[in-house]
């Protein structure tokens, strides 16, 4: 399989994340950028990684490579760097903030495991699924053993607090995937109901990370409440730059099967935009096109959308909801991890990949 | 679909429980003795289903509907059950009691969801089984849900006893499975390795169950210990009575769908006994029977089994488990709830649907 190194891509459908602003993000730069972003937390990020590793280690050979085959799909560890630098900002990281990194990257790795399955992906991070490698039932299996092990985990910790928002922040993860499911082929969703399932299925778990960087780290509940605001802005924008690119980035650097919200008739930001501002006669030949996925319809609705305006609409939403999440870090002082918190914020809408 | 009191059935393969002893419990009779058996207990297993349905609800509609026929599939009640009578003979009940009881009641459900997944089963206590209705997609979702919820309830307890054992439990549960997965067609699966499975899928759980309700009873460790043991054994007996109901059972009886271990190539103590104890061309021939897996071979290799001995040695190690777990309960004073836990354990292994 080509290797990420090999895109020289720099842009989507031919526009700049911001007019005049900085340049969209390729795979090296973003593995430049976050190298350098995560390297006050390294040594709590490897503690983080092997308590990961330790919790899920198994006597059974077989149940062991799927938790390492698993292990793969994590990239950008995202929710643990968000738990260790919120951990930092607010005065330091504390030996509960790498068991708690560990029990959200296990989280998410359960939900991509279980994702996999429902979106009937073959790729992730440039390797085989575990529904395309082993079938769908020891996907099943394994996304229960990971959501387990989080549990386990988390109740290590001293009082039931983690285990209490993680309970919960997972609840409503799950029940944002429900009703993006029930949701399916609904070509009147709406731009509010489309934030909704995106908040529980996607920023809830962004939201709770940075929560729990700032209680373990014994911040009052004001600074805790700002936090779970930044990350669930946060969270909201990463899903639409992620649903953006579903529609526009290219597998071979993505490393994921992609098209699959179109193939499964999930509507997403720009689709949602332009179904709603089309004049009938284009509205309509676009419902015909969502509601028979295929890759020739796909094909057809991409130049529909740029020209629609739906592209920038989604962007400019997206990084509205980034800007929301920087304001809210001014709950903190300033700080060299407070600007990086507020850099990784704005990263999320400069992937092209 | 027919009522499951039209069955009149009162054997299995012509076979009695035991020589000469009580008679095979069928399902008019098992709920008898089941409401006579829960009958202290009764106002207690009121408020645990009041909380499992609270916790479980969800402001969507399609949620609701999912959790409520999910509802459906819960049958005995066997482990909220076994929760409320530990905690009476231990004492008594208390508010933790009810909480614990519907946590390890939703862990159950959610395993029969997945389970149902994994089986390809389309009926479940006489309703449609959630992927037969609705999908795979809702019941992976539907599973975690009910996971997610059961580990946010258990962490409303005061400390984190409750998720720490139950964590512990569930990821044995789900290793269990994995394993059975694994050892999907190996013909050569011995007893040992059985007992493995079954102890992680079935009885980890069903020792739990007794484990905290001792413990939020307020008893020492060693009573704890006891409850746990006998809690497990019960499970393995309760397994193997369920995979011989698996083979000999009538779907219109037991309200679910049957044959799906040799379906699946599970191998069950009765089959694992006539590999090892046939003769070779008999062994020859029931390998050919459960390699490839129909509804014909499994009507050719039920007389072989009853010919064999299978049956007969199936029930002796159930009831032999059975006999263990009731020893146990010598840690516990005698009382009317002892002794209705011994009578439960026993009934376990006279189901004959």
Redesign the interface.
Known sequence: MAEVNTLPRTSIAGRTPEPGAAAWVGPDELSRLLHEAYAPIAPWLAEAERIYREELG?R?D??QR?VEHASRFRGKQLRPALVLLTAQACGGVLPAHPVVAAVVEMIHT?TLV?DD??DEADVRRHAATINAEWG???A??????L???A??????????YA??V???A??L???G???Q??HRGDLDLDEQSYYEIVRGKTAELTAVCCRLGAHYAGQPPEICDALDRFGRDLGVAFQIADDLLDLWGEEVATGKTLGTDLQKQKLTLPVIFLLRSADRTEADAARRLVASPSAESRRKLRPMLESSGALEYAWDRARSFVESARLELAALPASPTRETLAGLAQLVVRRCF
């Open positions: 198994s059974s077989y149940v799927l359960a279980h399955i429902l769908n039932e020891p099943v299996l394994l996304g229960d053993y959501f387990t092990h549990f386990h985990l988390a109740a290590s910790l001293e009082s039931t285990c209490r993680i309970g919960r997972t609840n993860v799950c029940e995937e429900l009703q499911i029930h």
